[in-house]
Nanobody, 124 residues
Framework: QVQLVNSGGGLVQAGGSLRLTCTASGRTFSDYTMGWFRQAPGKGREFVAATYWAGGSTYYADSVKGRFTISRDNVRRTTYLQMNSLKLEDTAGYYC?????????????????WGQGTQVTVSA
């Protein structure tokens, strides 16, 4: 099990950028596929991006491809989500998630540990 702490959310104008951070404690961070999900009011949780524990390859939802970048630093036990060219529809609570030695997946049920979330609000 890992404990995850999210940070970095805030209010930004459309077209702007934010970087979210997720720092882990507990078990060996490098054994975990890390994912980012988001949930807007009245909607279900949506996959955003993931980075594979074995090799660090990355995967993105079509809605964020080309605008968001997920990365990880195994020494610092941290995952980042760099968000550029933000749109109004990116407004949501953003959550990092960890899955022990799983294949990257959009299925939130595969991830066993979750951060507390951080709010991202994009204004016009």
């Amino acid at each position: 099990q890992v404990q995850l702490v999210n940070s970095g959310g805030g209010l930004v104008q459309a077209g702007g950028s934010l970087r979210l951070t997720c720092t882990a404690s507990g078990r060996t961070f490098s054994d975990y596929t890390m994912g980012w999900f988001r949930q807007a009011p009245g909607k279900g949780r949506e996959f955003v991006a993931a980075t594979y524990w074995a090799g660090g390859s990355t995967y993105y939802a079509d809605s964020v491809k080309g605008r968001f970048t997920i990365s990880r630093d195994n020494v610092r036990r941290t995952t980042y989500l760099q968000m550029n060219s933000l749109k109004l529809e990116d407004t949501a609570g953003y959550y990092c998630a960890a899955g022990f030695r799983i294949q990257p997946t959009m299925a939130d049920g595969a991830y066993g540990d979750w951060g507390q979330g951080t709010q991202v609000t994009v204004s016009a």
